[in-house]
């Protein structure tokens, strides 16, 4: 795994693009259930968290799979071989994040394929709320954006 | 046709039946959203139709964008004849029902008749099924989206609140947590049909003709919204949205007879101390990158999700002049749950309370309710008695003008309505000759569906946008000046096209002007696959709002309804950036015959035979 979509909830706005535009990019149609991110939605505390494969590097999906259908490419991880799947469904039960999804039409697993290396939910998102990140730099990311606060307060603080 | 589901749902409740229109026949002449939607409702209602009877029809009509990539496309129309106007009642909602709509295989829906007790509707694909709602009568809004989504968000849902089920004039339609279609007194025609709520989800998707190009257009469109000067200034509306209106001179207090209410710094600042605070995430409808609204959780108050419109949240301050925030945030909630239209229903609350100041209404009317301005418990008190239809809430229910006309000659001198008798979006109209004229001529109501972002509008606080945009419509300048009678008309006629495409198009108007017709009229081409021409839609449009004038025509419409309440016109502005300001009756007639011109109408209003030829409307008789 070199890159992975992450998910900046805080700065989602839940208008559903990322949706769409997945949709469209793999289907040629319009259709959020026939999309690889889904936006879920807890409207009475106010949190839209989207939900996609987050490529796991040890992934339960393919592990479980019967026919080895789901395989991991070393750059792009997970992705699913329609040549052997049988559409058995395990792999939805296994997922820990709920990250793959069926498509109703077809009645196909479909997971996020990262569009080939260039996510087109990224580029979509008005608002920047999923980034595709480098993995080795993924937990320096994370550490500044959290200690941001705590450097403010050192700054003023003239520690 | 691709962008379409072609199919419109039609449920009689009176006897349980359902069927499919086919939608085909009317997307030439009328697109779809609210342009069919008008359509629909001329051809299947009878003259004279009682607005509260079974014969008349309820009708929500996504537009062919709706659901689809392109941005900002999550709007349905609502249209019926509105109980409180008696003419036409058009409303349009954002949110992510239409599109779920759309999603489940249809492009709209169509009730008619009235069910023998509470029902609701719930549709899952072609799964359609009447079902009963007696578990949720009487329940607020909130309670009947979350017991009909059954934990799942994705589930959308249109109802009425308890205003609503007692057929109160001033509710309107909820769409899920949030959207409103909040005029026209749309929530009681539900009401008398027993129609509690409509649940939908879908799964089954939308075609479209060229996906790659609709996905190039809708990434254009996209980067234009976000070059906006609205896009960057709604993060902060939340907060800053009163001296937003104060800065275009918008502003007016009370019962429209206070411009510098000596309370309203303060309360401004307890407004924007409290949104501040309160845990706040901003928020869009379907696909929109706008966020024109925001999760609010008011500290001991309660929280839910809070609209940045100048009419809504704002309103309650305005009209009663409420300083405690809290108290307000209360009221705004208690409105979205009961099912009221929030501004209409402030603007009656505080006639009320003119009126009781005036003594015109005694303390036993008022039930002796403190209602007097600026009371946040008595402004909450109203607003139960209307939702109820209790005591004071029976004679207030129904609005402004049909409790003056209750009250006698010095109630009716006090009362601000725009046509029909619906209460005015919330601003100052004196001094904006053009969105006068817009609330005179329009289909329902008042301007919001008409001539929303008007250039007048922000003329005060971006001059040289606002002669820009006129000078690019009507070809000067000088039209964009709020006080100036001429062009007006020529400014208004393209306005209402616009809005009337984009509420037919089934996108938020608020986007609609700065994204600019080529795109939107690319978007409709490769979504659907149908050729087009700016040129081509706003014909549709002229079509449409001549449709509309046909209806209201057939249903008793005539010229002397085209006005706005006599007092916008006999009582000057007496304070303010705009004191001396009021209507000039001659010059406003003089507008109206000019409109009525520019339209192909006769001096009374009415559409002339070779006007209904062009249009091709020859066969629908006025």
């Known amino acids: 795994m070199d890159k992975i979509v992450v998910v900046n909830y805080d700065k989602c706005i839940g208008c559903r693009t990322c949706e769409t535009v997945c949709s469209l990019v793999h289907e040629k149609r319009i259709n959020p259930s026939e999309s690889r991110i889904n936006v879920v939605k807890y409207e009475e505390i106010g949190a839209n968290i989207p939900v996609l494969c987050q490529k796991c590097e040890d992934p339960a999906c393919a592990a479980v799979c019967p026919m080895d259908a789901i395989k991991v490419d070393e750059s792009l991880g997970t992705y699913i071989d329609y040549t052997r799947c049988v559409g058995c469904k395990m792999c939805i039960l296994v997922c820990p994040i709920g990250g793959i999804g069926l498509n109703p039409a077809n009645k196909k697993v479909i997971i996020c394929d990262l569009c080939k290396g260039d996510p087109q939910c990224v580029k979509s998102c008005p608002e920047q709320a999923l980034e595709y990140v480098d993995v080795s730099k993924l937990s320096i990311k994370k550490r500044r954006e959290g200690l941001e606060k705590l450097a403010k307060f050192l700054e003023v603080a003239k520690i | 046709m691709n962008g379409y589901t072609n199919k419109i749902l039609f449920v009689n409740l009176s006897d349980n039946s359902a069927g499919i229109i086919p939608t085909e026949k009317y997307i030439e002449q009328f697109v779809g959203g609210r342009g069919i939607a008008v359509k629909l409702l001329y051809e299947l209602t009878p003259k004279n139709v009682d607005p509260l009877g079974p014969k008349n029809a309820l009708i929500i009509m996504t537009g062919p964008l709706t659901g689809t990539i392109v941005p900002s496309s999550g709007r349905v129309d609502v249209i019926s004849k509105s109980p409180q106007t008696n003419l036409l009642g058009g409303s349009n909602a954002g949110g992510f029902f239409g599109p779920e709509l759309k999603y489940a295989g249809y492009d709209g829906i169509v009730i008619t008749g009235r069910a023998s007790s509470k029902v609701y509707i719930d549709i899952y694909n072609d799964d359609v099924e009447v079902k009963s709602a007696e578990n949720l009568s009487g329940k607020g809004v909130f309670d009947t989206v979350k017991a009909l989504r059954k934990n799942d ?278 001094p904006f000759k053009g969105v006068a004229l817009s609330c005179a001529v329009t289909d329902s109501g008042s301007h919001n569906r008409a001539a929303y972002g008007l250039c007048e509008f922000y003329y005060r606080s971006m001059k040289t946008q606002a002669e820009t945009v006129a000078k690019n419509i009507v070809g000067t300048e000088e039209a964009a000046q709020p006080t100036r009678y001429e062009y007006k008309p020529k400014l208004v006629a393209i306005y209402e096209d616009m809005h009337t495409l984009a509420d037919s198009l089934g996108v938020c108007s608020i986007p609609f002007m700065p994204v600019g017709l080529d795109l939107w009229t690319k978007a409709y081409t490769a979504s659907t696959g149908r050729e087009t021409s700016p040129k081509d839609l706003m014909y549709v449009a002229e079509r449409i709002r001549t449709l509309e004038r046909l209806f209201n025509i057939r249903e008793g419409l005539t010229r002397q309804d085209d006005t706005i309440a006599e007092r916008m016109f006999s009582e000057p502005l007496k304070e303010g950036p705009w004191k001396g300001e009021a209507l000039d009756k001659v010059m406003f007639e003089k507008m109206i015959d000019e409109y009525y011109a520019l339209r192909g109408w006769d001096l009374t209003g009415k559409p002339k035979p070779e006007t209904l030829k062009r249009l091709g409307l020859e066969d629908t008789c006025a």
Request: proline share 2%; aromatic share 10%.
């Open chain 2, 153 to 430: 968000e994705d589930t959308q849902v249109a109802c009425i609140g308890p205003a609503g089920e007692k057929l109160v004039n001033l509710s309107g339609i909820a769409f899920s947590m949030r959207n409103y279609a909040a005029r026209c007194g749309l929530g009681a025609v539900m009401g008398s049909k027993n129609l509690k709520a409509i649940a939908v989800r879908g799964t089954k998707g939308l075609d479209v003709a060229v996906p790659d190009q609709l996905k190039q257009i809708a990434d254009e469109m996209r980067e234009r919204i976000k070059d906006t000067p609205s896009y960057k200034e709604f993060p902060e509306w939340h907060h800053k949205l009163f001296r937003v209106l104060e800065a275009d001179a918008k502003t007016f207090f009370g019962n429209y007879d206070n411009v510098l209410w000596d309370g309203r710094f303060e309360a401004y600042e307890n407004a924007e101390k409290f949104v501040k605070g309160a845990e706040l995430k901003l928020q869009s409808c379907f696909g929109c990158p706008l966020r024109c609204w925001a999760y609010i959780n008011m500290k001991n108050v309660g929280k839910a999700s809070a609209v940045a419109c100048q009419g809504t949240l704002t309103s309650i301050v305005n009209f009663a002049k409420i300083k405690d925030f809290n108290k307000v945030w209360e009221a705004y909630l208690l409105c979205q749950d009961m099912g009221l239209d929030t501004g209409g229903t402030s603007a009656t609350i505080a006639y009320a309370m003119d009126l009781y100041s005036k003594g015109i209404l005694s303390k036993t009317q008022v039930n002796a309710i403190n209602l007097t301005f600026g009371d946040g418990n008595a402004f909450v008190s109203l607003v139960k008695k209307i939702a109820g239809k209790e005591g004071i809430g029976e004679l207030l229910a129904d609005g402004v003008k049909k409790a003056s006309e209750k009250l006698g000659e010095a109630a009716k001198k006090l009362a601000v309505y725009a046509k029909g008798g619906q209460e005015l979006w919330l601003m100052e109209i004196r």
